[in-house]
């Protein structure tokens, strides 16, 4: 039985896309794109906000008048870089072409055009390790909380073998500053052997909500509601771009209570 959760990859130029009208929800979209030198992708919108973000390859992308040039720092979203991006409000149309072979993503959501177009060089991107041991992976803040937008954060996390990511199992799906703010989730998956897989449990405390899902290379998993945790399978190595929004931009999250125990310190 398939799930409602689980948006499966695609062959061709559009690799797999949500909308809000797709999930059922108010205000994640996402779309990767795999592009041959010369093709190009475009996106605009009278009410929703973007960043396009250089997975791998590179791209020529334009942000309304703003030429940001040929952007892209990598081959594979498994090497040790942060990725070029850039930002664009609503009403304001953000184009890629493809220089190299490339994969693309446009994260979207509700824009209110109060901050005009900007490029988000791989330099200004902070990156930091979380976890430890077996639950340590890396992360990726491409449009952080802390950076000018609307609505969208977006951030992308790679998990080693055999380790665990979001996890302990959180949730931010209740409107309850500052102890949990409410945002909708998209994981789009990548694998490293591409044959591999990762296994994704979404589920509430009430369990009116839980499904167990078999993510596999290019592959998304929708966050509605509920705990979200990531396992990977001994002998590969996960990577996951994230695109949360909400109707407020910040988050907070409410570890699984019967699991955070691990968290404290002796």
Partial sequence: MSSKLLVKARPGKEIASVTPESAGWGYVGFVAYRLQPGESVSFADPKREACLVVLSGKARVQAGDLDCGEMGT????????????A????????????????????????????????????????????GE?????????ILPASEQADSLLVVEVITPSSHSSSYPPHKHDTDALPNESSLEETYYHRLNPAQGYVLQRVYTDD???????AAEDHDVVMVPKGYHPVT????????YFNVMAGEKRSWVFRNDPAHEWMLRKD
Avoid at 74 to 85: G, L
Avoid at 92 to 114: D, N, Y
């Fill in 74 to 85: 990598r081959e594979s979203v498994f090497d040790d870089k942060a990725p070029d991006a």
């Fill in 87 to 130: 930002y664009v409000p609503n009403n304001c149309r953000v184009s890629a072409t493809a220089v190299t072979a490339c994969e693309i993503a446009i994260a979207h959501a509700p824009g209110f055009g109060t901050y005009p177009a900007r490029a988000i060089p791989s330099t200004s991107i902070k990156r930091s390790v979380r």
């Fill in 133 to 141: 041991g077996t639950n340590q992976r890396f992360v990726t803040d």
């Fill in 207 to 213: 369990r009116s909500l839980d499904e167990a899902v």
């Fill in 232 to 239: 990977v399978p001994h002998g590969y190595t996960s990577y």
